[in-house]
């Protein structure tokens, strides 16, 4: 089976930083998709990670190292408009009858604090 | 990014009852999936929407129930048929490029509810 893992929840005040991880236990491995969901609303695209390292888009950071099966996303200088629930994804490689379908972990519901 | 729209937003269905939710992207696009989303829950995908041929299902949802169209590029349709208050929860459509390595987007989501 699939297995991906993020903590339920994370509490942070505003202005600090917070660090969600994602390990993962996958038949295969095509990518790494960190998503934002606020409540009642779509996912929202963060990032994308296919190999290893540390990819920064202004106060958002995605991690991925392939050989341990980790990711995780850095959420710098938090505002109260970041809570929301993060949703870590992996791509899984194409097959004959599957085109790379996105395997999603619970989320991490990050609730930011004045 | 690809601007997806999806009609309804938001509906409230009688049990027994089907719903044809539509989805429409503003470019081609290779791929396009549907994903449901539970109360509570993450997401999870339905079925994968091919042009031209039958949808491929995942483990656990099938085509009688979950009927598919796609016509061309950028348009899918999903039925949820003989609905019952299970299936109350938000469905989206979700599109992505080609090569294996282009990003994915979702749409904005139909919220169904059954009474």
């Known amino acids: 089976g699939q297995n991906i893992d993020q903590p339920t929840e994370m509490t942070a005040t505003e202005g600090a930083i917070v660090q969600i991880n994602c390990t993962y236990q996958?038949?295969?491995?095509?990518?790494l998709f960190w998503y934002q969901q606020h409540a009642g609303e779509a996912p929202t695209f963060l990032s994308y990670?296919?190999?290893?390292g540390l990819e920064e888009k202004g106060r958002f950071s995605s991690f991925l190292s392939r050989s341990k099966g980790y990711s995780y996303l850095l959420l710098k200088e938090l505002q109260m408009k970041d809570s929301a629930s993060y949703l870590c994804a992996v791509r899984l490689p194409m097959t004959t009858d599957s085109w790379g379908k996105l395997q999603f972990g619970a989320g991490t519901q990050v609730v930011v604090t004045p | 990014s690809a601007v997806i729209s999806q009609k309804p937003s938001r509906d409230i269905c009688q049990r027994g009852t089907s719903l044809t939710i539509q989805c429409q992207v503003d470019s081609q696009v290779t791929m396009m999936f549907w994903y449901r989303q539970q109360p509570g829950q993450s997401l999870t995908l339905i079925a994968t929407a091919n042009q031209g041929s039958e949808a491929t299902y995942e483990s656990g949802f099938v085509i009688d129930k979950f009927p598919i169209s796609r016509p061309n590029l950028t348009f899918s349709t999903l039925t949820v048929s003989n609905m019952s208050p299970e299936d109350s929860s938000i469905y989206l459509c979700?599109?992505?490029?080609?090569?294996?390595?282009?990003?994915?987007?979702f749409g904005p989501g139909t919220r169904l509810l059954v009474l």
């Open positions: 990670n296919v190999l290893d």
């Open positions: 996958t038949s295969g491995f095509n990518g």
């Open positions: 979700s599109v992505a490029g080609s090569g294996g390595y282009e990003t994915q987007y």
